[in-house]
């Protein structure tokens, strides 16, 4: 149950079993989620390597002749570099957990798409080529809704107020978003700002920061994390969400796509400022796109006026019943073309 995990299943199985034969080497948490018992099954082999040094992963790889192999843990917590450190595939390669540049030799490709990796970011990754596939990098699939029954009354929220919904890490949160964000609290009076309640600390001083700008503290709501379901169920509750800057939201603006609510981005320069960039272009969507704040602003408000319609459950049911199988089949070319150039080294 973590951002990249969910993410994972329809992308695993629909890989061209023909063409491709994938293995997990799994030291992620048994959480015993049927989530996990879903991943786990999307592979051919599952290798659980809790219990293994680095070198006995790496010789394990080498015993399971693996031709290409892909990190999906980046430098984010938990992370054991030293595996691909020690070379055991003649191909390898970094994707999905750590948006950007690991900065290690050994890696010698990213996965990216054309919308995050710009002409100017070569000059500042250390992964040799960059495998760039068809629509969004993030896996996008239908997904079921969920049947979870929940009001806005349940969560705090007015009947009648325009919603605004953040749900990202708290620490992709910083002043010039925040001040944004009650810019708009400030030109829309029946506006109210929906926030996690992910620890107090944080929480007290984000209200510290509305009071000082006198924004009536009621105006702001905060709900505290919750199961995937319910997360999901509750962001059909909002009526825009508003995306982070300068790390955008990743597999949050999945969820906030399959329920059918408005995404806000702001684009900049780096891999994580254009996630939501990426989905939106792949939805065909560049209303909701801004390239400075104070577009940022302007779309978030024309949403709450009525000025700016936009149909997001249409723009989904359009494009993403093909979406994961034409990024899954770019990726595999992609990987075909640099094994080949590989080997001939």
Known sequence: MHAVGLLLPEMMQAHDRQAFEIYAYDFSPEDG???????????????????????????????????VLIDLHGLSSGARPGIFALHPAPLQGTYLGYIGTTAMPWFDFVVADRHVFHDDLPTYFSEKKALLVDGSFIPLAPRQSVAVDITRESVGLPANAFVMASFGNTYKLNADMFDAWLSVL??????????????????????????????????????????????????????????TYPYNCGSTSKDVIDAGVPLVTLRGKSMVSR???????????????????????????????????????AQAKKHLPQAVTRMVRSLEHGLQELHASKTKE
Do not use: C
């Open 33 to 67: 989620t049927p989530h996990r018992a879903q991943l786990k099954q999307a592979f051919d082999h599952v290798r659980p390597i809790h219990g293994l040094s680095d070198r006995q992963v790496a010789e394990q790889v080498l015993q399971d002749e693996i031709d």
């Open 186 to 243: 400030q030109a829309h009076p029946s506006a109210v700002l929906w926030l996690m309640d992910d620890n107090a600390d944080t929480t007290r001083h984000l209200k510290n920061h509305a009071a000082a700008r006198h924004i009536d503290l009621q105006r702001l709501v905060f709900s505290p994390r919750v199961g995937h379901d319910v997360f999901r169920a509750r962001l059909g509750l909002a009526d825009v969400f508003l995306d």
């Open 275 to 313: 996630m939501g960039a990426s989905l939106l272009t792949t939805l065909e969507l560049p209303q909701l796109i801004a390239h400075d704040m104070a577009q940022y602003k302007d779309i978030v408000l024309q949403l709450a006026q009525g000025t700016l319609q936009v149909d997001i459950k």
